[in-house]
Nanobody, 115 residues
Framework: QVQLVETGGGLVQPGGSLRLSCSASGTIFRIYGMGWYRQAPGKQRELVAVVTNSGSTNYADSVKGRFTISRDNAKNTVYLQMNSLEPEDTAVYYC?????????WGRGTQVTVSS
């Protein structure tokens, strides 16, 4: 089985930055796409950013220019650098990994943007 663990969440003031990390462990043959999603209270989970194993990226319009996704294939880790954070970015952030035979999700990390 493959497990994903997210770290790096917390409380930050508007305009601040946070860096999230998500590491995969277990029996890993190959990870294809990896991504970050978020879910705010009372809202559906939404895509934030995804990155393929070749490095191609895609972002939600709401985070373009502020967030950067990257991955270290050797470490089976994906990162999300979040700058210029806004209160609207407050949510639980989840990472996922596409193994082709399954999609695995982490348990999430809370990000709160508030003064």
């Amino acid at each position: 089985q493959v497990q994903l663990v997210e770290t790096g969440g917390g409380l930050v003031q508007p305009g601040g930055s946070l860096r999230l990390s998500c590491s995969a462990s277990g029996t890993i043959f190959r990870i294809y796409g990896m991504g970050w999603y978020r879910q705010a209270p009372g809202k559906q989970r939404e895509l934030v950013a995804v990155v393929t194993n070749s490095g191609s990226t895609n972002y939600a319009d709401s985070v373009k220019g502020r967030f950067t996704i990257s991955r270290d294939n050797a470490k089976n880790t994906v990162y999300l650098q979040m700058n210029s954070l806004e209160p609207e970015d407050t949510a639980v952030y989840y990472c996922n990994a596409d193994l082709r035979i399954a999609v695995v999700w982490g348990r999430g990390t809370q990000v709160t943007v508030s003064s």
